[in-house]
């Protein structure tokens, strides 16, 4: 009987929590697809081959070997060990206990003492980083934009997993403890290495006492494994599945090369006289908006950038604007495109207008200074573990200001009023452009004629007199 109840009440708590899991999803989907279309489906050989290196694969993760080790461990460890999360569900589903061993045989105790390896190292990776951000306190990780939410949140998954891999092992020390008593109806799995450490904690409790302690820790490891679920969708920890189409999605032309708005290229094109590349006609269509004034006026692909931001801070440890004190921080781009992203998602449930509140992402929450600090060197694209890239939120912003406002700085003004007549910087004639190259050429050439035979002069001596100088 209670093993009938145990099965409905899981089979409750995973529903419950699938549902809240699903809504979340979708809210999240429906965020992102608040952003501009653009095409992203091109080359996709290449595009798998980013995604196998990037995210897959942590190419960029080891450009710093030491945390890069760490994270490896606690990514692989995540991937095996919902292996034996499978085997979790499907007990609690069916009513079982270790479904999987009898079709294994040796090869099951194999597995779980790897998967008891893998726990340990999990455990043993985030202390490292634990220690890191509260002990030596890495710079990266304590910036202005660190406030109390984004520190909590870090430290919360850390202890969190350690809380979850402590669960497997005090469920395995206690498993082969009953193992060993012959009211406990436990089979034989064999010896596990890290979880028989634990044993001596244990030995003391009666059958029953370890049956409930054993229980405990299953239940305790499933509901914890389905609340972590949820919880990721709200935290900067949403990199681990969108890390993967993040990289998919991501550019691949050079960084340095920055995006023409199609409709202006198109106007220009027209007025030059020349054809569109796409075959347009002299009737286009209006432009509703030059550049970005909030999020729904960016790119979708820069809005699944700010929800998979893991906020890691390598962006901003490499941009030169932030090491020499400007306000400008590459993370705090995205962490406030993702949360004005997410107040806009809290208006649509609640079936408001997403754009009525007032505010915008400019001014309210990116100011025009930190906009104005960028030299869109692209570092913090190169720096980026996930291709995220802060600087097209930037230059869109940036458009909105020079192209909607004309609003931009004065000498950029200038610059651009130069650019589009005199087709440079400086403001001097298109027809004087060479005119430095022939001075530099007639200089040359006096050089070269001003000694006879192009020799060089003898040098002139204290000891002559004025006439012979």
């Known amino acids: ?28 989907r429906q965020n ?8 992203r489906d091109d080359q996709s050989h290449k595009r798998w081959r980013t995604m196998l290196l990037v995210a897959f694969g942590q190419q960029k993760m080891f450009k710093r070997i030491i945390p890069a080790f760490f994270h490896l461990l606690i990514y692989v460890g995540f991937i095996v060990i919902n292996l034996e999360v499978l085997e979790f569900v499907l007990d609690g589903l069916l009513g079982t206990h270790r479904l999987f061993m009898p079709y294994l045989g040796d090869v099951y105790l194999v597995a779980m003492n790897i998967f008891e390896t893998l726990a340990v ?9 634990l220690w890191r951000r509260n002990v030596q306190k890495v710079k990266r990780f304590h910036a202005q934009e660190m406030t109390a939410w984004p520190k909590l949140d870090a430290n919360l998954i850390l202890i969190i997993e350690i809380i979850l891999m402590f669960a497997i092992l005090t469920m395995n020390a206690t498993d082969q403890l009953l193992q060993t008593r012959s009211n406990s109806g436990y089979e034989a799995t064999g010896t596990l290495f890290f979880s028989s450490l634990l044993i001596p904690l244990f030995a003391g409790l009666d059958t029953s006492t370890l049956i409930f302690v054993e229980r405990f820790a299953w239940w305790f490891h499933i509901i914890g494994i389905l609340g972590f679920a949820i919880y990721v969708t709200y935290s900067k920890h949403l990199h681990i599945f969108l890390a993967f189409p993040n990289t998919y999605y991501s550019r691949l032309v050079p960084k340095g090369q920055m995006d023409n708005m199609p409709a202006v290229t198109k106007e220009v094109q027209i007025m030059l006289g020349a054809q569109p590349e796409n075959g347009a006609s002299d009737a286009e269509e209006e432009v509703g ?51 004005r992203l997410e107040e806009v998602g809290q208006q649509l449930d609640k079936g408001e207008s997403e754009l009525e509140d007032g505010k915008s992402l400019l001014d309210d929450y990116i100011s025009r200074e930190e906009l104005n600090a960028c030299t869109t060197c ?15 939120i930037i230059l869109q912003m940036r458009r909105y200001v020079a192209m909607e406002e ?31 190259a022939d001075e530099l050429a007639n200089e040359e050439q006096k050089g070269e004629t001003g000694n006879g035979s192009g020799s060089l002069s003898e040098p002139e001596t204290e000891n002559q007199k004025p006439e012979e100088k």
Do not use: H
């Open 1 to 28: 009987m209670l093993a009938y109840l145990g099965q409905i009440v899981f089979i409750i708590i995973v529903g419950v929590a699938s549902v809240i899991l699903a809504k979340r999803i979708q809210r999240i």
């Open 32 to 39: 992102i697809l608040l952003g501009q279309d653009t095409t």
């Open 121 to 129: 190292l999990v455990i043993l990776a985030c202390v490292v980083f």
């Open 289 to 339: 908006r030059f550049g970005a004034k909030d999020v729904n006026d960016l790119m979708w692909t820069d809005l699944m950038g700010a929800y998979a931001c893991s906020e890691c801070g390598r962006c901003t440890s490499e941009c030169p604007a932030n090491q020499t004190g400007k306000k400008l921080s590459p993370r705090k781009i995205m962490m406030d495109t993702r949360d």
């Open 378 to 392: 692209n570092a913090c694209v190169e720096a980026c573990p996930i291709n995220i890239n802060p600087l097209s």
């Open 406 to 436: 004309a609003q931009s700085p004065a000498s950029w003004n200038a610059m651009f009023s130069n650019i589009e007549n005199n087709f440079a910087p400086w403001k001097f004639a298109p027809t004087d452009r060479f005119n430095w």
